[in-house]
Structures are given as structure tokens and as C-alpha cells.
């Protein structure tokens, strides 16, 4: 096949695609859900953010195949994943080395229900290895099923004043430094953490920063 006409082949797929204008949690569009069916990924380059990746899709056009964001289907953010409305960044890191690590061990990976997002990205139905990618990420809490909801509410990522008792004096707040909690010097968790891995906080508010939360258990 000419470049010409795989080019024309790409426009006309790119065309049936942007039909529709309105999308759901999850990038799918609500009116004119079409899918496209099932691919094969020949090649994963890596995470785009929690639920994305990048790859190629085997036997298409190289021109919409090669290096395609892939938006997984069916997931969403977990209802515990921010302190004071603020992004999580130590959990984002966590989410997405899993989903690199778990996408390269797998030896097949199948895209099934595919439907277009936003952004000309792919949402589908990732299968690695017969698992549903989307049930694992729930399955080690990165990740709760999706809610069908009319719009996308965006994270208030604006500074927030805090109100809170003062702590009593000699308090130090600790963490261990593969947890994404904090806690109390007088915790009981913080008595068992090991000295090798147990990061310090000069205040309460530099542990949140951090991207931790607070211990439901001694509430710091």
C-alpha cells in the first residue's frame, strides 16, 4: 500500500472518530459510543499518567498505530488519594511504576471494546495476559470501577488554609519511607517502623506536602 493511500486510510478512521463531543468519566465519549473492535500491542513505551500508556498496535498504519496513547477503560481515582483536595503525588508515582511494571512483564497484551476518547487517544479494555488490567489496579487499590457521571470534576489544586489545634509541644510526626501515611512520634505503627526507613517531619504540614496522609489511627 502507497503512502497515499495509507494516509488517506488514517484520515478517513480519525474522521469516524471525532463524531461526537461529549465524553464520560473515563475520556468515552457519551453520544455515538462506537466500538472499533479488538487490536493486538506489539509494543509498550510506557505510562502516560495513572490510567495511561502509550503503545503500538499491531498491524495498524504506522501513522495512527505506532506510539498511541491508550486510556484504560472502566477505572477511576480512588476516593482516598489526596490531602485538602490537593494531587497525590507520592501515590501518582506508586500507581504508575505498577502499571509500567505490570504492562512490561506481560508477555501479550490485548486492546478488546476500543473506543475514542479525548485528545485522539484510545479508550479500551486492556487484557495482559488474559487479566483485565483495569480489575488488578482496583484489585491493589490503585484504582476504584468507574461511575457513570455527567461530567469530569477537575481536583481544587489551589492552596488551602488549614485550621487546627496546636500539637502538643515535642511532637514529631513520622513516616516510613515506602507509606504514603504519616503518623505521631507516639503512634504505635511509628514504634514499629524500622530506623533505617523512618523519614521525620519538622511539622505536620511538611508530612502532607509530601503527598501523605494522616494516620486514621493516632489522627496527627
Not at 511504576?97 to 486492556?126: E, M, P, Q, T, W
Not at 505521631?184 to 524500622?194: L, P
Amino acid at each position: 500500500m502507497s503512502n497515499l493511500k495509507i494516509a488517506i486510510a488514517a484520515i478517513c478512521i480519525f474522521s469516524s472518530f471525532s463524531s461526537a463531543i461529549t465524553y464520560d468519566q473515563v475520556g468515552t465519549r457519551k453520544r455515538d459510543l462506537k466500538n472499533y473492535g479488538a487490536a493486538s500491542v506489539s509494543k509498550v513505551h510506557k505510562g502516560e499518567d495513572l490510567y495511561s500508556f502509550r503503545c503500538d498496535v499491531r498491524g495498524w498504519p504506522a501513522i495512527i498505530g505506532e506510539n498511541v496513547p491508550v486510556r484504560i477503560a472502566g477505572v477511576q481515582l480512588p476516593d482516598i488519594v489526596a490531602e485538602q483536595g490537593a494531587p497525590n503525588k507520592f501515590f501518582q508515582v506508586q500507581a504508575i511504576k505498577f502499571l509500567n511494571g505490570f504492562l512490561k512483564d506481560a508477555k501479550k497484551i490485548k486492546l478488546a471494546n476500543i473506543r475514542r476518547g479525548k485528545d485522539f487517544c484510545l479508550v479500551a479494555d486492556v487484557i495482559a495476559d488474559s487479566n483485565s488490567v483495569a480489575a488488578v489496579l482496583i484489585e491493589k487499590g490503585f484504582a476504584k470501577k468507574a461511575e457513570k457521571t455527567k461530567s469530569i470534576k477537575k481536583p481544587n489544586i489551589k492552596k488551602t488554609i488549614e485550621i487546627k489545634t496546636p500539637a502538643p509541644k515535642n511532637t514529631t510526626w513520622l513516616a516510613s519511607s515506602n507509606s504514603k501515611v504519616f503518623h505521631t512520634s507516639k503512634c504505635s505503627f511509628a514504634k514499629r517502623m524500622k530506623k533505617d526507613k523512618t523519614i521525620q517531619f519538622p511539622t505536620r504540614q511538611k508530612a502532607i506536602e509530601t503527598g501523605r496522609r494522616p494516620c486514621k489511627s493516632c489522627k496527627p
